[in-house]
């Protein structure tokens, strides 16, 4: 089965760094997220991407966070200026879309993200 | 946005049939209600949609009335590796919010 694959598992950053989170979300599809869960939290919504343009964006994914697809298979998460509080799991997610607005999300593992 | 209510926490025994009910009234004309699962530092797995009535596939059932602002998921005999978060959503727009979910721990 296909699946979105997200590297690194483990990223470890200084505060004020910038890093750049990876993911290849599965090939037909055509709606991408980024979701992050603070440790013990619920997930949090972060973006939503489509057309090649965010479609959403919620209230933390503030001018320090950015996304791209820069070639046909990876979805980049950008972060700028890293902060203690963005240590967090970072899950990125696709689904569908085409035909189906309703379809449903497709997770990958996810890259735990310390910033020290 | 789509609000869902679920209960925080569940305990069950292997063995036994577990219900999870999730509330949402203000679901729209065209929202489809979506489940998910989640073990500890995993993404969350899709379990199972449905619109109306009764969906069954080789996980879970759910059950949906007639006026479709509740919904139910049933897990058949659960073992102790469906311990895990359960989360009811709406995959409406492209802001698709999760709750808190439900915790179930099954116990031995």
């Known amino acids: 089965e296909p699946e979105v694959t997200q590297t690194p598992s483990h990223q470890v950053t200084q505060m004020g760094q910038e890093v750049i989170l990876r993911c290849v979300p599965i090939?037909?599809?055509?709606?991408f997220y980024w979701y992050r869960q603070i440790l013990g939290q619920k997930v949090e919504f972060l973006v939503s991407f489509y057309n090649n343009e965010i479609s959403e964006k919620s209230e933390i994914f503030d001018d320090q966070f950015s996304v791209e697809r820069p070639d046909g298979s990876n979805f980049t998460l950008k972060i700028r200026s890293t902060k203690l509080e963005d240590s967090a799991m970072y899950f990125c997610?696709?689904?569908?879309?085409?035909?189906?607005?309703?379809?449903?999300?497709?997770f990958g593992n996810g890259t735990r993200l310390t910033v020290t | 946005l789509a609000k869902t209510t679920q209960p925080i926490s569940m305990d069950s025994y292997e063995g036994q049939e577990v219900n999870i009910t999730c509330s949402h009234n203000?679901?729209?004309?065209?929202?489809?209600i979506t489940w998910y699962q989640q073990f500890p530092s995993q993404g969350p797995r899709f379990i199972i949609q449905g619109y109306k009535t009764k969906v069954t596939n080789e996980v879970a059932s759910l059950f949906i009335p007639a006026d479709r602002k509740s919904s139910t998921l049933s897990l058949p005999r659960v073992s102790l590796s469906d311990t895990a978060v359960y989360y009811c959503l709406m995959n409406r727009d492209d802001k698709i919010i999760f709750g808190k979910g439900t915790r179930l721990h099954i116990l031995p």
């Open positions: 997610a696709s689904r569908e879309g085409q035909g189906n607005n309703n379809s449903p999300l497709h």
């Open positions: 090939s037909n599809h055509l709606y």
């Open positions: 203000n679901i729209a004309t065209n929202d489809y």
